[in-house]
């Protein structure tokens, strides 16, 4: 196919399936401008920024200008965080926008070999597949406590891979046994006076090498006084396909979630990981033109929760007595949780109970950190100037402990915690993590 006749295909699919509408609602205003990482890091650069990524997809669905390679670049270069989104005076749905848009480049749009590869292993291999992601954890768990993760080191084979990458090889969690990946329970009592009967969404990443932030969840939630049920045929949320192109991808996942949870009579879903709950929240919108599943994914989006709405909501840090040895505590927002979930006080309110402890907050807390998904690994450079912008502001709090509430967040603040070399006096944690260890009378 000549390079005309794709971007006149990609020109059609544009005219077709994006929202006229939303592009016209964004007044060019500019508030979005500051809250934008990609436009501030860029230089300024208005092809960088929500304005100038709308204003260049109106140019495409009008046939002004041509879907090309600096076109396609500049939403590869988008975080997806939505910031923008919380800050536009339009209510512009540049999140739902951006998706359109990706997921129309990627049919009509070959990438580079490393990012091909990275792609079909994520989207294809890994994530849509529960028992995949739990057997790479095992690999990965053979690879730390069989010896040769010290054997890799040793010999410098780590230094053949890019700097961050090896860094990343660093501070990967210690991963589950397959004993313990075996014996999850499928449904827990609460402990205490009932408040709530929960489901509790595990995630794919979140369940293989987050195993032990996922066991601290349900216990919090067991003292909190909820029910659990963990149903077993849950799968991936589709976050990172619905981001990165592959919406029928994210459809189906959000089907097979759908009917995991529907029948299961509770009163929220709950998830621990911001990325995670910011796309279940929108499977509503996702399968809103789909008649046999409109209703049904409106109503699984509006179960969703937070983990820590619901301790808040029920009381949790009011009725359990929470403490710490002396540290400064600092918290990092997730995107999404904040963005789309709207979940930023519920943490803030959970930490400042922590007697001991202080809490100080972080200046532009609510920047991201430049995790993204695979954001760090396919676009490493602008990335990593996200993530020494984030350390400078952990950095100047004085905290000891980084707080955040998503996995990759978590993965990012500890590759800036060992990038600045200050892993002897500071470190980053799950916030489940740290409440359950804050509970007087938990070991």
Not at 69 to 91: I, M, N, Y
Not at 166 to 172: G, T
Not at 384 to 399: R, S
């Amino acid at each position: 196919m000549t390079t005309a006749k794709k971007q006149k295909m990609i020109q059609e699919q544009f005219k077709e399936r994006m929202n006229e509408d939303e592009l016209l609602n964004c007044m060019r205003c500019g508030f979005c401008l500051p809250s934008c990482p990609t436009y501030t890091m860029s230089g300024f650069k208005e092809s960088q920024s929500p304005r100038g990524r709308i204003a260049m997809m109106k140019g495409v669905m009008d046939g002004l200008i041509e879907p090309d390679e600096e076109f396609k670049r500049s939403l590869d270069l988008c975080l997806g965080c939505l910031a923008c989104q919380t800050v536009c005076p339009s209510g512009v749905k540049y999140g739902h926008l951006l998706e359109d848009a990706r997921d129309i480049l990627a049919q009509y749009n070959s990438y580079s070999l490393p990012v091909r590869a990275v792609r079909k292993t994520v989207f294809n291999g890994l994530f849509p597949n529960p028992n995949r992601m739990k057997r790479t954890a095992g690999l990965l768990g053979f690879y730390q406590r069989s010896g040769l993760q010290n054997i890799a080191r040793k010999i410098g084979f780590l230094g053949l891979i890019p700097a961050h990458m090896a860094l990343m090889e660093k501070v990967l969690p210690d991963m589950p046994t397959r004993k313990e990946v075996k014996n999850r329970p499928e449904h827990l009592e609460p402990i205490g006076t009932k408040t709530h009967r929960v489901a509790f969404f595990s995630g794919c990443l979140m369940d293989s090498m987050f195993l032990k932030t996922n066991d601290a969840t349900t216990r919090l939630l067991q003292l909190a006084g909820c029910e659990v049920v963990i149903p077993k045929d849950q799968t991936c949320c589709g976050a990172l396909h619905g981001h990165y192109g592959e919406k029928s991808g994210s459809k189906e996942l959000a089907k097979r979630n759908i009917e995991a949870f529907e029948e299961l009579n509770v009163d929220f879903i709950i998830t621990n990981a911001g990325g995670c709950g910011g796309f279940l929240v929108e499977y509503g919108h996702l399968l809103k033109d789909e008649p046999m599943w409109a209703e049904r994914a409106k109503a699984f989006s509006e179960k969703v929760k937070d983990i820590t709405e619901i301790l808040v909501a029920v009381g949790f840090h009011q009725k359990v007595k929470l403490m710490l040895p002396q540290q400064i505590i600092t918290y990092q927002d997730s995107c999404h949780l904040r963005n789309v979930m709207k979940t930023e006080e519920a943490p803030r309110t959970l930490l400042k109970a922590i007697q001991g402890s202080v809490y100080q907050e972080m200046n532009d807390a609510g920047h991201c950190c430049g995790s993204a998904g695979i954001y760090n690994i396919i676009e490493s450079e602008m990335s990593m100037k996200m993530l020494d912008y984030k350390m400078e502001q952990a950095k100047n709090t004085k905290a000891t402990t980084i707080v955040t509430a998503n996995p990759g967040c978590l993965l990012q603040m500890k590759l800036g915690i060992e990038k600045e070399g200050l892993s002897t006096k500071m470190r980053a944690v799950h916030i489940v993590d740290l409440l359950l260890e804050a509970v007087v009378g938990e070991e």
